[in-house]
């Protein structure tokens, strides 16, 4: 299964890494790292956040951005994923920062989406939601792995 992860995931990794959010955060990304995705959206929010909330933190944020980009897929906005993005905004009222992570997502083949910001088990065009901070780390584990 390939999964990308959410900008929320890296956040908590970043700013709370001693929290057990911080903690399973740093596990998923672990565990995602060489098959999974990450959308550019997701790496821009990510460093907007952290910009926004440690500003001593964003040379960090910023490296931490290189070193994924290194072993995560970076899922590109084009006019494609821009277009499913729109649809998902009007048919499925998704916010539309969401919707252009996932479409970016899925158009880069991810079927797994590690996110606490929407429903968990949501299944939508082929992906599945999961809450990796309500799910044992044995369960994302073996779900990262199917």
């Given at each position: 299964m390939r999964a990308c992860l959410d900008s929320n995931i890296l956040v908590y990794a970043e700013l709370e890494p001693e929290?057990?959010?911080?903690?399973?955060?740093?596990?998923?990304?672990?565990?995602?790292?060489?098959?999974?995705v990450i959308a550019a959206q997701a790496m821009l929010e990510f460093v907007?956040?952290?910009?926004?909330?440690?500003?001593q933190s964003l040379q960090s944020a910023l490296a931490k951005v290189d070193a994924l980009s290194t072993v995560f897929e970076v899922a590109p906005t084009n006019n494609l994923v821009?277009?499913?993005a729109l649809?998902?905004?009007?048919?499925?009222q998704f916010q539309v920062?969401?919707?252009?992570?996932?479409?970016?997502s899925r158009e880069a083949g991810a079927t797994l989406?590690?996110?606490?910001?929407?429903?968990?088990?949501?299944?939508?065009d082929g992906?599945?939601?999961v809450n990796p901070f309500t799910v044992s780390e044995?369960?994302?584990?073996?779900?990262?792995?199917?």
């Open positions: 929290t057990p959010k911080g903690i399973r955060s740093h596990r998923a990304i672990e565990m995602s790292a060489l098959r999974g907007a956040v952290v910009r926004r909330r440690r500003m821009a277009s499913r649809a998902m905004v009007r048919d499925h920062w969401d919707a252009v992570i996932w479409s970016a989406f590690l996110s606490e910001d929407l429903q968990n088990g949501l299944i939508l992906m599945r939601v044995a369960d994302l584990a073996a779900l990262l792995n199917a």
